[in-house]
Structures are given as C-alpha cells and as structure tokens.
C-alpha cells in the first residue's frame, strides 16, 4: 500500500506510477470520511479538474465514490481552474470540493487539491486527518458507472470578477492584449472577461492539451518568450498568462519584458492602497518580497508575514485581516475574494491598472522605486539530495553569524531558514513542499548583491 502525503499544496504524483486510479479513489474515500468527521455527512461536494491526460475521468470516478458515501456530488462541466472551483464552493455553500491537477508540475503528474467549505486549500490539521484515514483503506474498489450531475462555473463568475475589476478601465484607450493560455484552464475566462470589455485580443496556446504543447505548463519567464514576442508584433498593451490550472499569473510589459511575480505584487498593493484609496492589511510568505512591507508601512497599514503555502493567506483572508495577499511564486488575491490565489483575477487587476493609470508597466515600476527603493530578488531551485537536506537542517540547527563577509542580523526559521542583514537584504534555503528541491531566495538594493549573496547561500547545501 503505498504512503500519500498531501505537500504544500495537496498530493501530486506521476501518473500510473503512484497516481492511480486505485490510488486516487482512496484519497477520494479518506476525504469523504474526513468530511463525515466534521460534520458535513451529505452535504454538497464539487469535483473539478484540469486539462492533463485522464483529469476527467478521474473526477467522474472521484464524484460517484462521494455519492456512494452519501453527499450530492457534482461535476464540473469543463476544466476548471482552481480558483474557480473555490469560488463555487463559497457561492454554492458547498461542503468542499476535489480538484484534480498538478498545477504547474510537468505534464506527467496529477495530483488532487482538496478545498475546504470556506474556498481554501485545507489546512495541516485536516490534511493529517485526511492521511490518517487513508492508512485505514488499502484498497477501493471502483464505483458503480452511475450519472454525475455536472455545473457551470463559467457564468457566474465572470459576473463577480465584474464586480472586482473595472471593466470601464481595462478598456481605456481601446487595447489589445495578447494571452497565453499554457494549454490549461483559463480559456474561456481570462479571454471572455477582456472581451466583455471590448477589449482586443490575440490568443497563444488555446486549446486544451495534456501534454502542454510539449512545454511546462507554467507561466513563468522561460515559458512566456512567446508571448513577449507577440505583445511586441501586435503591439498590445500586455501579455497577459495564467499557468495550467490558472491559480498563478504571468505577465509581459508593452516592451514584451517578464515582469517578476514579486513586482507585479508590489505594484497592485500600491495601487490599491494609493490610487484606490482603499485599506487594509498585507500579507506575504517568508519568500516574498519586503517591497510589500515598505509600502504597508508608507500607508500605515499591518503587514502579515506566514509561512510557504497559500493556506496561511488564505487564513488572513478569511480572518478579515488583509487587502490583499501573494506570494512570490505568482500568487494574489484580495479582500472580498476567494482564500485561494487567482491567476485571471490577477491579470485583469493589472490590465486595470495599466488602463487607469495611463502608464506602463515600466513608468509605474520606476515611479514606485523612486519612492521606496529598489527591491531586486531572485530564486534558485537546486536537487536536493540526501546529503544536501542534511546539511540544510545542520544549518537551521546552528544558523551562521555571518555570510558572504556580512554579519547575520537576525533569523527567521517561521519556513525554513532566513538570514536578514542590517542593509535589509535577505537569503531564504527551504525545502520545497511539492518537488525535491531546495529553493533559494534572495533579495538585497542591487543585482550585484543579490548574485554575491546567491551563490554565497548555495555554499549552504553543501556538506
């Protein structure tokens, strides 16, 4: 029988290695007596799923097990992106919903999300409970082929993200945009959104594709060449991405230039907070730029720092406590939203911003260093081998005094170990919670210093 273990962001494996179908609909029964457990016997339970090999079958199977435990599943009449699917939890009182996808892992994984009835990734303590039912089931026979009901999570909530982004903005000065889609789940959201608002429109990577195009399903700066291209050849205003189940963002200046997750979240915190008006608290992981804890400090507002993981925000959301939250890994979402990170809300949040204002990307980001400084991070993923994670957790252990010839002035260990130096820069060594790897993050007032340090946190990992 083999050992699950929900990561970071739920359970993820390679396909017809450990993500069976056995597999999965043990996970699928353990998550049924867990909502049992607390409280929530027949309720209602959305399944949905994204565009990798098999995701829709597996959701049918996972919805007739959650019917024959007795709740009234539904599935999702398309793939579906994440945050979509935890807004139609909280809009439909819903008891949880199952999400089948791997993110943005390689086209090979699939992997299960659970979101708790409030819309956000469940916590440790359900994640536990859940992994302590499944040590109870070895096994699970498939389910009788009966119907699935299935829902719609189109139409209502392209009428909320209305209410959320201002349409009347976006569409300032008649722009084009050009989307990459990543061949996931954010066709027919993103792209209806902008053209609701009459918006131009060029689209990469449409269709529906398990094995991503051949590429990674993510939307990072490696990944969005293309895009950059064709916001230069058509001259949009943006180029705007989501990552395959559409929870990160992925955006491109007017130059076709990546813009980094960490800036785009500094720039819509100071938009919210300054051209908005509007207020509230700030939250951000440990691996998050400290741009977000200037500004919160130039409007005299709390900020909030958790742990890795979306959750943890998610957390702040719910409690009342925050404006707006992110991540570095293109993560955002804000008050009146799902506790869940959303890509398309992202996206449209800064074509906004982009159409309000009347700058670019570019103008905005200088403006804002101007007035707080400059911020300059980055991240380096390394293997982490058995040897590597032990000296890391030496390292935690027994934290250096100094680095790089620079004395250590504190050390967070809130998610794996974070060196802060008296000029405010940082480094962070973590264990990833979805790949084995260790990651890297660094952040200091210039390029050159942030090469020094990261190559300085790299000689860590080594034994």
């Known amino acids: 029988m083999v050992a699950i273990r929900f990561g970071t962001s739920g359970w993820r494996a390679v396909l017809a290695e450990e993500f069976t179908f056995g597999n999965a609909r043990r996970v699928v029964a353990a998550i049924a007596r867990t909502l049992d457990a607390e409280g929530h016997a027949g309720g209602l339970v959305l ?89 109870e089931i070895p096994e699970m026979p498939p389910p009788a082929p009966e119907p699935v009901p299935e829902f719609d999570p189109v139409p209502p909530y ?39 608002c009459g918006a131009q429109i060029e689209s990469l990577n449409a269709r529906a594709d398990p094995l991503f195009g051949g590429e990674s399903p993510q939307c990072g700066e490696r990944e969005l060449v293309a895009l950059g291209r064709a916001v230069v050849a058509n001259k949009s205003r943006l180029g705007l991405s989501c990552d395959g189940d559409a929870d990160r ?16 979240l500094a720039l819509l915190a100071n938009d919210f907070l300054g051209r908005k008006g509007l207020r509230g608290g700030i939250a951000r992981s440990v691996a998050t730029t400290h741009a977000l804890d200037a500004i919160a400090a130039r409007y005299g507002v709390p900020l909030y720092e958790t742990p890795v993981g979306f959750k943890y925000i998610g957390e702040k959301l ?109 480094i962070l060594v973590r264990e990833s919670g979805t790949e084995p790897v260790a990651r890297v993050y660094v952040e200091a007032r210039s390029a050159q210093d942030v090469s020094a340090l990261a190559q300085a946190a790299q000689d860590l990992l080594k034994v």
């Open 158 to 196: 392209l009428e909320d993200l209305g209410r959320k982004v201002r349409g009347s903005d976006v569409a300032l000065g008649n722009p084009r945009f050009s989307l990459d889609f990543r061949f996931g789940t954010s066709a027919g959201f993103l792209d209806a959104y902008l053209r609701g």
């Open 318 to 426: 719910i409690a009342g406590e925050i404006l707006l939250g992110g991540e570095e890994s293109a993560g955002l979402t804000v008050e009146g939203h799902v506790p869940e990170k959303d890509g398309i809300l992202a996206d449209l949040l800064v074509a906004e911003m982009a159409g309000a204002t009347g700058k670019t990307l570019g103008e905005l980001s200088r403006q804002l260093a101007a007035e707080i400084g400059p911020f300059i991070s980055r991240r380096v993923d390394l293997p982490l081998s058995p040897e590597a994670r032990q000296a890391l957790a030496g390292r935690r252990a027994s934290p250096p005094e100094s680095l790089a010839g620079i004395r250590v002035a504190s050390v967070n260990l809130l998610d794996g170990m974070k060196l802060i130096f008296a000029d405010g820069s940082w």
């Open 47 to 135: 399944v949905g799923y994204d565009t990798r090999f098999l995701a829709g079958r597996f959701a049918a199977e996972a919805a007739r097990i959650l019917q024959t435990a007795g709740f009234a599943a539904e599935m999702s009449s398309r793939p579906i992106p994440t945050p979509v699917l935890a807004f139609e939890i909280r809009r439909r009182g819903a008891a949880g919903g199952v999400n089948f996808t791997a993110s943005h892992n390689p086209p090979q994984y699939l992997g299960i999300k659970f979101s708790t009835s409030d819309g956000a990734p469940s916590l440790p303590a359900v994640t536990s409970r859940i992994e302590a039912f499944l040590a």
């Open 249 to 264: 963002f992925g955006i491109c200046d007017e130059t076709g230039g990546y813009i980094q997750p960490n800036d785009i």
